[in-house]
C-alpha cells in the first residue's frame, strides 16, 4: 500500500515544508499555491517526499554501508572520493527500486496526464532539505532530467535523482558548508516541461550579480532549454531593470546587452539520457535578443513580486534567484524554480575590497568580468576531468566550460577563464561563492592560454575582464565606511563608466558631482553621432560597414547613439537613484572625437583642440547641431520615458553668456526646458569669464560646478596636455585659490548651488579644507578618494565651528 506521505503536489506545498519536501520543492509550492493567483505562471507537479527516500534506505539497511563509506573519505584524495560516491550512488539507486515507490510514480504522472495530455514531457529534479536555503543554495550539486516522457522512464529518473545526493561535488560541499550526510533528505520534483527548446529560458536575479546592488532585476536569457544557461555552454543575453521607478509605473528596460547563444538546447528523439540535444544557433536568431522589451518587464513584474513575498515570509530583505522558461505551446513565461540568493546579498555591507593594478602589459584576451578582484598565477589549461588531477592550488583555472564535478578542484584556483558562458553560468556563480575572480566567455582562451604561462586576470576594469601577460604588480586595500563621520558638506561622486556605477552608488556618497558623458559615447558606442546622421558622407568603406553592422537593428542609424547614450547615462543615474546625478553634456576636443568611428570626416584639425570646437560652442553649430540633438533625445528619454528624473543636465566650456542662451534655445527646442518637470541646468565653472561674469551667469542656471582642471589651465595659461610645463600646473598658486574663492562666494551670493568635480580637492588635501572654509555645497571626487575626502572636509567644518 502507498503511505500518503509519499508524494504531494504543488497544490498543496508551502515554504515551511522543507523538511519534507526540500527548499527547491517547497519553494515551488509556495510559488504555484500563492502567487499563481498574482499573475505569476507555475507549471503543476509533484514531489516525491523525503518520506519516500528515507523509508526506502531504511527498508534496504542502507544507513550503516553509507556511514561506513562516507568516513573513509580523505580530504584531497580525489579518486577516493569518487570511488566512495560511486558505491553510495549505487546503494541508493538500488534501494529505492521499489514497486511502492514505481505505483506512486505512476499513479501521480497519469494524473498529470489527465491535466496536460498524455505523455506529457516532465522535468525532474531534486530537491534537499538543505537546498535552496538563504545560506546555502547547493546549486548543481544534484542531477537533473528533461524531457522524461512516459511512467516507466519517469520511474527511472527519479531513482537517479535520488541516488545524485551522493555526487561527488554533493559530498564535498557539504563538507565544506559543516552538512551531515546522512541527516540531508532528499525530495524530488516533477514538474511539467515547459517548451522553451523552441522559444527561450534564462536566470533572474534580484539583485545585481556583481556588486550586490539591490535596485535592479537582473535578467538573462538564451534560445532552447535552459541547461546551457547554467553549465556555461552559451553566452547569453542580458538586461536590466530599475525597482524604484518599476514600482513607480514606469516601466522601462534599463539597459541591455546582446549575447552570442551560440547553442540551443533542444528535444531529442528519446526520453532520459537521449531526451536532449544541442544544435547551432541560426545566425539571425544569434543576432537578435531572445526577449522583447515587453517580456523583459513580464520577468521584472513575476521577480518583484516573489521577492516581495519571500521578503514578507522573511520578515527582512530576500533577493531571489529564479528561473524562467518560455513555452512555444501557448506563448507565455512561466517560473520553473526560485531560491534565494546566497553570494551577493550575503556579503557584509559597508565593507569595501578593493583591487587596483599597479602595472601593464599586453592583453591576451577579454571576457565578461565576474568578482571584482585581480589574481596572478600560472595558466593550467583544462580539457577534461581527467586534466584536474595534475590541478596545483594557486593556478588559473582555463576550459572551455566548467562543470560542477569540478568544483573541489576549482576552490584551490587563483581565477578562473572560459571560452564559453555569461554571467549567471556555473563558473561565475562558483568563482563569486568562493571569492576568485572569474573570466567568462573570452571565446579563445583554451586555444590562446597555454599550460604553465603566467598571466593577471584583472575583473577591476569595469564589465569587461581583461588577461595581461605576466604577473602584474596589484594591490588590495580593505574600507569600512561605517567608521567615516559624515561632514555637513556633500561628498559627491565622478562617475564615467557605467560598468563601474552600481559599485560606486555603494559607497558613502551624496550623488554624483559629474557623469562623463564622452566615456559613454566612446566606449558604448564609438561611432560618431554626424556619421549616424548622415552615413553617406562618410568617405570609407570601412566606416559604412561598420555602422551598418552595429546598427542592423534599428529603424535608423541614430536611434542606436539615443538608445546606447540612454542605456548608459540610465545606468549611472539609476544606480544613484534618488540622489542627484548631474550629467555633462559631450566634452570631446576635435582631435578626440576624430577617433571616432566616422569622425574625421566631421571634424576639423585644429592646431590647439584644448581651446577650439568644444564644450557649448558645438552645441548649437550647424557642424554638430543634429548630433546635439541625439544627446538631448537620450536625455529626455533617461527622464521621462525612465523615470530618472534625478538626472541634472550640466553645459561645459561655455564662455559667454550669449553663448549660454544660445545652448539653453537649443535645448529647449528638443523638449529640455529649465524648471519644466524639475529640470534643473548646471553650468561648468571652467573658464575664467565664467567667475567674472557668474552674476550673468546665474541668471540662467541653477548651479555651477568648477572645474578645476581648466580653470588652472586658463588662469595660469598652462596647456594641461603639456609635458614641458607640467611643473607649473598647480591648483594652490594663489591665484587660483582667488578664483575658487569667488566662484564660491559668487554663486552663494546670487543663491545658486555651487560644487566642484575636479581633481583638486582629492589631490590636495589643503583645497579641500580651503573649499569647506569657503562653504561650498559640495566637493565631487573619484570613488576612492571619497573615504579620504570625507575625513579631510569633517575635519575643516569641525575646525570652522571653532
Known amino acids: 500500500m502507498i503511505r500518503e506521505e509519499y508524494v504531494r503536489w504543488f497544490k498543496d506545498l508551502r515554504s515551511d515544508d522543507i523538511p519534507s519536501v526540500g527548499g527547491k520543492n517547497a519553494a515551488l509550492g509556495e510559488l504555484y499555491s500563492v502567487l499563481s493567483a498574482q499573475g505569476v505562471k507555475v507549471p503543476n507537479g509533484f514531489a516525491l517526499t523525503v518520506t519516500a527516500y528515507r523509508d526506502a534506505l531504511t527498508t534496504a539497511k542502507a544507513w550503516p554501508r553509507l556511514q561506513a563509506l562516507l568516513q573513509g573519505i580523505r580530504p584531497g584524495d580525489v579518486a577516493g572520493l569518487a570511488k566512495a560516491a560511486a558505491e553510495a550512488r549505487t546503494i541508493v539507486y538500488a534501494a529505492t527500486g521499489t514497486e511502492t515507490l514505481r505505483q506512486a510514480i505512476g499513479d501521480n504522472y497519469r494524473q498529470l ?23 546555502a543554495s547547493f546549486a548543481g550539486q544534484h542531477e537533473s532530467f528533461l524531457n522524461v516522457r512516459g511512467a516507466d522512464d519517469l520511474f527511472e529518473a527519479c531513482r537517479r535523482c535520488f541516488a545524485s545526493v551522493f555526487t561527488d561535488r554533493a559530498i564535498v560541499y557539504r563538507n565544506d558548508n559543516g552538512f551531515d550526510h546522512l541527516k540531508i533528505g532528499l525530495s524530488v520534483g516533477v514538474m511539467k516541461m515547459v517548451r522553451s527548446d523552441l522559444a527561450s529560458s534564462g536566470v533572474i536575479f534580484t539583485l545585481d550579480t556583481e556588486s550586490g546592488f539591490r535596485d535592479v532585476v537582473f535578467i538573462t536569457g538564451i534560445y532552447g532549454l535552459g541547461e546551457n544557461i547554467v553549465q556555461g555552454r552559451v553566452d547569453p543575453d542580458e538586461f536590466y531593470v530599475h525597482k524604484p521607478t518599476f514600482r513607480r509605473g514606469r516601466r522601462c528596460v534599463l539597459r541591455r546587452r546582446l549575447g552570442a547563444k551560440q547553442m540551443r538546447l533542444i528535444y531529442g528523439e528519446g526520453s532520459g539520457d537521449n531526451s ?51 513555452d512555444a505551446d501557448d506563448g507565455q513565461l512561466y517560473i520553473v524554480q526560485s531560491r534565494p540568493e546566497t553570494v551577493a546579498s550575503q556579503r557584509k555591507v559597508g565593507v569595501f575590497e578593493t583591487y587596483r593594478l599597479k602595472g601593464s602589459g599586453p592583453v591576451l584576451l577579454t571576457g565578461r568580468a565576474v568578482g571584482e578582484k585581480v589574481a596572478s598565477g600560472a595558466v593550467r589549461r583544462i580539457a577534461n576531468a581527467k586534466d584536474l588531477t595534475a590541478f596545483v592550488t594557486g593556478e588559473v583555472l582555463v576550459a572551455d566550460t566548467t562543470s560542477p564535478d569540478w568544483e573541489p578542484v576549482m576552490k584551490r584556483a ?9 554571467r549567471t553560468c556555473h563558473a561565475a556563480i562558483v568563482a563569486r561563492e568562493l571569492g576568485i575572480p572569474a573570466i567568462v566567455g573570452s571565446e579563445r582562451a583554451t586555444s590562446v592560454l597555454k599550460t604553465g604561462d603566467v598571466v593577471t586576470v584583472s575583473c577591476v576594469e569595469g564589465d569587461t575582464g581583461r588577461i595581461y601577460r605576466g604577473a602584474l604588480p596589484f594591490e588590495k586595500s580593505v574600507q569600512d565606511p561605517s567608521s567615516i563621520v559624515r561632514p555637513q558638506t556633500a561628498i559627491m561622486l565622478n562617475v564615467g563608466n557605467p560598468d563601474l556605477a552600481f559599485k560606486a552608488a555603494l ?37 559604412r560597414d561598420a555602422i551598418a553592422r552595429l546598427t542592423r537593428h534599428h529603424a535608423r542609424p541614430a536611434d542606436f547613439f539615443v538608445e546606447r547614450l540612454a542605456e548608459g547615462v540610465g545606468t549611472i543615474a539609476a544606480a544613484f537613484y534618488p540622489r542627484p546625478v548631474i550629467i555633462r553634456l559631450s566634452d570631446f576636443k576635435t582631435n578626440e572625437y576624430a577617433k571616432l568611428i566616422g569622425g574625421a570626416d566631421f571634424e576639423p584639425k585644429e592646431e590647439n583642440p584644448m581651446l577650439g570646437f568644444r564644450g557649448a560652442a558645438r552645441y548649437g553649430h550647424p557642424a554638430y547641431a543634429e548630433g546635439f540633438a ?23 566650456f561655455c564662455r559667454r553668456v550669449g553663448e549660454a542662451r544660445t545652448v539653453l534655445a537649443a535645448m ?36 555651477f560646478s568648477i572645474g578645476s582642471n581648466d580653470l588652472t589651465q586658463l588662469t595660469l595659461g598652462v596647456d594641461r596636455d603639456s609635458q614641458i610645463v607640467a611643473f607649473d600646473f598647480d591648483e594652490r598658486d594663489p591665484g587660483m585659490l582667488e578664483m575658487l574663492r569667488l566662484a564660491v562666494t559668487g554663486a552663494h551670493r546670487n543663491k545658486r548651488h555651487v560644487g566642484i568635480c575636479g581633481e583638486a580637492p582629492a589631490n590636495y588635501p589643503e583645497i579641500a579644507a580651503f573649499l569647506t572654509d569657503l562653504g561650498i555645497d559640495s566637493i565631487s571626487v573619484n570613488a576612492d578618494s571619497v573615504q579620504r575626502t570625507m575625513k579631510v572636509v569633517y575635519e575643516a567644518e569641525q575646525h570652522r565651528r571653532r
Not at 526646458?673 to 565653472?685: A, D, I, S
Open 414 to 422: 587563483a581565477a578562473i577563464v572560459t571560452d564559453r558562458g555569461g
Open 668 to 703: 529647449a527646442d528638443h523638449g529640455l526646458v529649465r524648471g519644466e518637470k524639475g529640470l534643473e541646468l548646471y553650468l561648468m565653472c571652467e573658464i575664467p569669464n565664467n567667475v567674472i561674469q557668474i552674476d550673468a551667469f546665474a541668471e540662467l542656471f541653477d548651479g
Open 507 to 543: 559607497r558613502p556618497n551624496d550623488g554624483v558631482g559629474l557623469a562623463r558623458m564622452e566615456f559613454i559615447v566612446n566606449e558604448h558606442i564609438g561611432i560618431h553621432p554626424m556619421a549616424l546622421v548622415h552615413p553617406e558622407k562618410l568617405s570609407a568603406a570601412a566606416d
Open 630 to 652: 541625439l544627446e538631448c533625445a537620450a536625455l529626455k528619454r533617461v527622464r521621462e520615458e525612465m523615470g530618472l528624473d534625478n538626472l541634472r543636465i550640466m553645459i561645459p
Open 113 to 135: 496526464e489527465r491535466e496536460y495530455g498524455a505523455g506529457v514531457a516532465v522535468a525532474v529534479r531534486s530537491s534537499a532539505t538543505a537546498e535552496d536555503l538563504p545560506t
Open 276 to 326: 536532449t540535444v544541442n544544435v547551432e544557433t541560426a545566425a539571425g536568431d544569434r543576432d537578435r535578443f531572445c526577449l522583447t522589451d515587453h517580456e523583459v518587464l513580464v520577468l521584472a513584474d513575476y521577480a518583484l513580486r516573489i521577492e516581495d513575498h519571500f521578503s514578507q515570509r522573511a520578515g527582512h530583505p530576500m533577493p531571489m534567484d529564479i528561473e524562467w522558461a518560455k
